[in-house]
Every structure is written in structure tokens, then in C-alpha cells.
């Protein structure tokens, strides 16, 4: 992608509290160079979130770090060229060649592949923003070239107001079943993950426009049932 790129406004709007971290990211995204960030902390807090609402720049590219030994991170430069490399799970990047080519891009925007007898370089205007759960395994000199922002699991009353906004924002859901899905999530189910509310809506999403309560109780009490097995989280 050259040229400008317009980042919205309201790119983060269906994100509560975190107003440090939105103007720091926005602040990166409008900088003339290349600056990358790295978000830290529990699968249950909104670094999911802020990566989700990254994913709708115009040029960015998601890619998973346990799937990158399959796509592979240089080959992905080279044929998408992403403004945005939007990377979920970075402590699970294995390969060295994914890291050599992440350290290589972060520090002067240059990627060079020698491979087979076959040799390519390119030159790359690209921002990272990457997630990761364990800092341990992010080698030091990767890690150095982040700004880093930490993330906390939510407090249940956080979880509520957060999950609450984001179905009605994002999934369209009218505010009482927002209600209900949060408190039976954080009540029968002991989760605090929004992902975990997001996946309740959309299997409750009436095909005729009309929500029913006793549908979504239903869907839930099956999860609590299938959660009794093992973890509760639904993955």
C-alpha cells in the first residue's frame, strides 16, 4: 500500500476504558515513520479487541503466530506487502526465519530472503501491532523494538460494561440481551473473555429479527452443561 492512509475516528469507539492506549495507537498509526507495538497480558482483557478493530485499516494483514510456520511471515511480505502486519500470538512464532525477517523489517523496513539459489529483497512501509500472552519467549532483540502496552484481565465489573457495549455496538444486540449474555457468562460459565459473548450472539442471532431470551438461556445452559467436562471458556 502507498500513499496516505485515513484511520477513522472512530476506529476504537466500540472500546471501553483504555483511552491512554487508543491515543498512544492512533498516535503510532498517524506517525510518517514506522513506529510497532506490542500488547501484553491475559487472552482475557481488550488486547483481543484493539487487534480486531486494527484488522479494519485498509492494508492490514491478520496473521497467527501458531499458523505462521504454514504461510510463513517473509512469504506473506512479499505477496501482500501490508501496511498493517496485524500479528496475534507472537510468542508462538517458532521459526527463525519468521523472526530474523520480523527483526529485520521492525528495524530499517528491509526484508532479504536467500533461499534455494533464489535471492529477493524487498523495501516495506509496515507497522506491527502484535499480541502475546508470555513475554519469555520473545527473543530480547525483538522485544527491544516494540513500545510496549500491558493489559489486565478485566474485573467482573469491567467484563460486564465492556461486553455489554461491544454486542451492542458491534453485534447489533439489543442492550437487555447484551445484559443477560454478560451476567450468565460471568455468573454460570466463569468467563471474562468477550470473544466468549460475541460467539453466544451470533449463535442467538434471530434469522427473523426478534430476540428471544429463552433462546439465549438455552444456548448458555448447553455451554454451562458442555463446561462441566473440563474448561469453561468457550473455545
Known amino acids: 500500500e502507498e500513499g496516505p492512509v485515513e484511520i477513522p475516528d472512530d476506529l476504537f469507539d466500540i472500546i471501553e476504558l483504555h483511552d491512554d492506549k487508543k491515543e498512544l495507537i492512533m498516535d503510532g498509526l498517524r506517525a510518517k515513520t514506522p513506529v510497532h507495538f506490542l500488547l501484553i ?13 486494527l484488522t479494519r485499516l485498509p492494508g492490514a494483514v491478520l496473521a497467527l503466530g501458531s499458523e505462521t510456520s504454514k504461510v510463513g511471515i517473509v512469504d506473506l511480505l512479499f505477496e501482500r506487502r501490508p501496511r498493517y502486519l496485524i500479528l496475534d500470538e507472537l510468542d508462538k512464532v517458532g521459526s527463525q526465519d519468521d523472526l530474523a525477517a520480523l527483526l529485520s523489517l521492525m528495524e530499517g523496513g528491509v ?9 529477493r529483497e524487498g523495501k516495506f512501509d509496515t507497522r506491527v501491532f502484535a499480541t502475546a500472552n ?79 431470551r429463552a433462546r439465549v438461556n438455552r444456548i448458555i445452559d448447553l455451554i454451562v452443561q458442555q463446561g462441566r467436562g473440563g474448561r469453561n471458556n468457550i473455545y
Open 41 to 53: 497480558g491475559s487472552p482475557a482483557s481488550a488486547k483481543s479487541l484493539f487487534l480486531m478493530q
Open 111 to 119: 526484508v532479504v530472503e536467500t533461499k534455494h539459489r533464489r535471492r
Open 134 to 212: 508470555r513475554t519469555d519467549r520473545i527473543p530480547q532483540e525483538l522485544w527491544s523494538r516494540f513500545l510496549k502496552l500491558t493489559f489486565n484481565e478485566y474485573t467482573p465489573d469491567e467484563f460486564h460494561r465492556i461486553t455489554v457495549a461491544v454486542l451492542m455496538k458491534r453485534e447489533g444486540v439489543p442492550q437487555d440481551i447484551a445484559e443477560l449474555i454478560a451476567a450468565r457468562l460471568l455468573r454460570d460459565v466463569g468467563t471474562r473473555d468477550v470473544r466468549d459473548a460475541i460467539k453466544v450472539a451470533r449463535l442467538a442471532t434471530p434469522q427473523d429479527g426478534t430476540w428471544d
